[in-house]
């Protein structure tokens, strides 16, 4: 029995289909996967607050190549989030978390920095001459903002998340 255009057109439109669904699933399980990895991260954040322990935050950052002062210096900053001076009210500070952009999102802005703006994008910082680069790609944001009681006056800080072994972790300084 010969092979027809009908068939052949069937069976392609057939492996199509079955392709374009696999695709649908795999995105779909992904989704999931991320949604359940930023709910995990959300809710050690928030407990970090609510039971106002600093350690909890702290052990949430990844501390890969990080130098000693850099812990110091970060740990420092994460104390200050648990003064009681800071985030007043009784539910603590705000704290949200922000996906980054797209792959390929990211990639237009970093070649619009590149080329149009003729400069490289910026991560990490330098302090004393020395460059201290992220030890994480940043795939988020994780934004604290609160209200300095004595002060009355409101700020945002900003961390950078990413991950690591299918967990997100906070961004440290290498």
């Known amino acids: ?9 069937l069976v392609v ?14 995105a779909e ?4 996967a991320e949604q359940a990895r930023r709910t995990e991260f ?17 052990n949430l950052y990844y501390w890969e190549r990080v130098p000693d002062e850099q812990k ?13 001076d800071f985030g007043h009210t009784s539910a603590g500070p705000k704290v949200v978390y922000t996906p980054g952009p797209p792959p390929m ?22 302090r004393n001459g020395i460059k201290y680069p992220q030890n994480l790609v940043e795939v988020g944001t994780l934004s604290v903002m609160g209200t300095k009681a004595s002060t ?16 997100l972790r906070l961004i440290g300084n290498a």
Do not use: C, H
Not at 75 to 80: E, I, K, N, P, T
Not at 105 to 126: C, D, H, I, M, N
């Open 13 to 26: 439109s057939l492996g199509v289909l079955v392709a374009a669904g696999t695709l649908v699933m795999m």
């Open 42 to 58: 959300m809710a050690l954040v928030n407990n970090a607050f609510t039971t106002r322990r600093p350690d909890i935050l702290l």
């Open 105 to 126: 999102q990211k990639l237009y802005q970093w070649l619009r920095e590149a080329w149009v703006k003729k400069r490289f994008p910026r991560s990490g910082f330098t």
């Open 152 to 167: 009355d006056m409101s700020f945002t800080l900003v961390l950078g998340v990413g991950e690591k072994d299918g967990k």
């Open 1 to 9: 029995m010969p092979w027809t255009k009908t068939k052949v057109a």
């Open 72 to 84: 110091r210096i970060s740990s420092r900053m994460v104390g200050a989030f648990f003064d009681p």
């Open 29 to 32: 399980t992904e989704r999931r």
